[in-house]
């Protein structure tokens, strides 16, 4: 009798948060809404893993932000309400504040700059994330963020008098703004349309994907012209539900991942384009930003590092990205 309650407890003990060992249940939270690329590349990712499975490992997706914004994704993992996520970088800097130095403003100048840098410095960001608990199983990217607004956008003073939204949180992004004359307002993602809609905000930035797969473009209808910075992401699992994946299935799983982030990586400027095309079909308006003007917001960019390096964002590592990507734009000259 001892005998049979121990095996008894022992079942249970193993059962825990995510059903019997043959029987695993990963709990994926997104922003992206169903339909969007990044849930599709999820759901791709999802019955790759059942079918590599047998159907023993599923994923319950959680999409257009149910779950939260990505703060809120990133603590339910950490708690162990979620075991997966995919996150932008700003979600990812609630883990590794590293990850922040792939999406400074006006950082690169190509994805190309950003592949070269990310293939050297991605690994050591994941040695840091998978320290705090988090494993990544593919990156993938989110797309060139540009400004959106109620009004034109050509010179950096237009964008002053407007209130911009801000991610809620993100203290020292927020007082750089402020600093450099802006009104930043602070956000949850989630509330980005209805905030728009009140006039609580009348400008934001973002993927010309994002813009159209959550409608926010229909509040704003005039887009600058000017790729303020890359918005990279990522999926990550919980190192704790990772290891409860046998180990039998964890490269193909990994493999999974990496095709299904590879697809839609290289989808994106397609996906891009066609978004800015449909908008514009539906009145959104795009302003080219003069040449001159463009060293305009360079300058403002830059001038913009100083409050937030070595603040939010690790000065070792700004500079370690910006040494190899220079080092890149140097090889370019010398083929030129």
């Not at 979620?82 to 979600?91: D, E, M, P, R, W």
Request: net charge positive.
């Amino acid at each position: 009798m001892k005998t049979f309650i121990v095996g008894c407890l022992t079942a249970f003990a193993l059962v825990g948060s995510y059903g019997s060992p043959a029987a695993l249940t990963i709990k994926f939270g997104t922003l992206a809404p169903e339909g969007s690329p990044w849930y599709n590349a999820i759901r791709d990712m999802a019955e790759a893993w059942k079918t590599a499975s047998g159907g023993t490992v599923k994923v319950r997706i959680y999409a257009g932000g149910i779950a939260g914004d990505e703060p809120d994704l990133v603590r339910k993992i950490k708690i162990g309400q979620l075991h997966a996520a995919a996150l932008t970088g700003g979600g990812l800097a609630r883990i590794a504040l590293e990850v922040q130095a792939l999406q400074m403003p006006r950082m690169f100048a190509s994805l190309d700059e950003l592949d070269y840098v990310r293939e050297r410095v991605g690994p050591k960001i994941e040695a840091i994330l998978e320290k705090k608990g988090f494993k990544v199983l593919t990156w993938s990217d989110i797309g060139w963020a540009y400004f959106f607004a109620q009004k034109p956008v050509v010179h950096p003073d237009d964008l002053k008098p407007l209130r911009l939204f801000a991610w809620a949180g993100e203290t020292a992004y927020i007082d750089a703004w402020k600093a450099a004359g802006y009104k930043p307002v602070p956000l949850a993602v989630t509330e980005i349309h209805t905030a728009l809609q009140s006039g609580l905000i009348n400008a934001f930035v973002t993927t010309p994907v994002a813009a159209l797969s959550f409608q926010w473009f229909a509040s704003a209808k005039h887009m600058t012209d000017l790729k303020w910075a890359r918005v990279v992401g990522a999926v990550v699992i919980s190192t704790r539900a990772w290891k409860k994946i046998p180990g039998e299935l964890q490269p193909r799983f990994a493999s999974a991942a990496r095709d299904a982030g590879a697809r839609l990586q290289a989808m994106l400027p397609k996906l891009s384009a066609e978004a800015i095309q449909v908008m514009t079909q539906h009145g959104l308006q795009v302003h080219p930003v003069p040449p001159k003007v463009l060293k305009e917001w360079e300058k403002g960019a830059r001038a913009g590092y100083p409050s937030i390096v070595g603040k939010v964002v690790p000065a070792g590592m700004v500079a370690e990205v910006e040494r190899i990507r220079d080092a890149y734009r140097a090889k370019q000259a010398e083929r030129q």
